[in-house]
C-alpha cells in the first residue's frame, strides 16, 4: 500500500535536509559523500515533488551552470590583473562569453508557455536577483575601464594604436632594464645619467603618443568616460612617467624653446613699444596744433602792416 501523498510532502523534505546535513557534517574532505547526498535528495524530490513548486527545467540548469563558470572565470581573470592593470587586454575574451551566456537567458524573457521559463526562473524570480546583480556588476566594471576605448569595434581584440603603445611602453621597460644592468651594481640612486641619455628617444615616442591618443580621445565623444583612455594605457604611461620623473629623475627637454623665447621677448618689449610709440605720437600732435597758430599770427601782422601803409 502506498503512503499517502500528504506525507510524502512532509518526509521528502526532512529526509533531504537529513543526508544534506550529514553530508556537511561530514566535513570538507568527504565531497563523495556531499555528492551522493546531493544526488539521492535530487531523486527525492524529483520522485514526489509536487508540480506547483518552482524547480528549473534542465535546460534552464544548464543555462545558469554555463553564467556561474564564466562569472568565476571573469572573476579570476580581473583578480589575476589587477596589479599592474591588464584587464582589458586579457579579459576581453571570457567578458564577452559572460555577455552571450547572459544573453541566452534573457532572451526566454517573451517565451509564454505553462512551464516556468528560464529567463523568469533565473532572473526575476526573487528579490535579490543574483544573475541580474552580477551581470551588472561586470558591465559597469568594464564601463568604468574603458576598455572598448583600447579594442576594436567589435571586441575581439586590441586596436592598432594599443598595439603600437603597448609596443612603445615595452621597448622603454627593456631599455631602462639594459642601461641598469649596464651601469653596474654599485651605482648611485641620484646617478641615472645613462637611462636618461638612452631612453630619451624611446620615453619621447611613448609621451608623444599617449599625448595623441588622449587628444583623439577627447576629441571622439561626451560621455562621463570620455576624457580618459582605457585604464591599461592610463597605468603603463603612470608606470612609465614615475620610473622617469621619481625614480630616475630624468626630464624632457623642451621642443618649444624658440616659441617660449620669444613670446616671453615679445612680452618684456611690449612696455618699452608702448611707452615709445605714445611719445612719438604725443609729439606729432604738438606740432600739428602749434603749426595753425603761427600762421595765424603771421597773417595778423601782414594785416596790421597793409592797414597803415
Known sequence: MAPPRYLCRGLLPALTLALLGLAAAAGPRQTPTLELAEELAEELWS???????????????????????????LTGCLGRRARPVRLCQGCHGPYRRLLAQYGSIAR??????????????????????IVVTLSEFF?????????????????EGLSNSTEEFLDLFNKSLTCFEHNLQG?????????????????????TKLNDLYNHLQSLNRQGGESAHSAHLCIDVEDAMNITRKLWSRTFNCSLPCSDTVPVIAVSSFILFLP?????????????????????????SNANLVNIQEKYS
Open 47 to 73: 520522485a514526489g515533488l509536487p508540480g506547483d513548486l518552482p524547480e528549473l527545467e534542465p535546460e534552464c540548469r544548464s543555462l545558469l551552470a554555463a553564467f556561474a563558470e564564466g562569472s568565476a572565470a
Open 108 to 129: 526566454a524573457v517573451g517565451n509564454s508557455s505553462e512551464s516556468h521559463n528560464c529567463a523568469k526562473s533565473i532572473l526575476t524570480s526573487d528579490r535579490l536577483q
Open 139 to 155: 558591465n559597469e566594471t568594464w564601463e568604468a575601464a574603458n576598455c572598448a576605448n583600447c579594442l576594436k569595434n567589435n571586441s
Open 183 to 203: 651601469q653596474g651594481i654599485d651605482l648611485s640612486p641620484n646617478n641615472y645619467t645613462e637611462v636618461c641619455k638612452n631612453c630619451n628617444e624611446t620615453y
Open 272 to 296: 618699452i613699444v608702448f611707452y615709445l610709440s605714445s611719445f612719438l605720437h604725443s609729439k606729432q600732435k604738438k606740432r600739428i596744433l602749434i603749426l595753425p597758430k603761427r600762421i595765424q
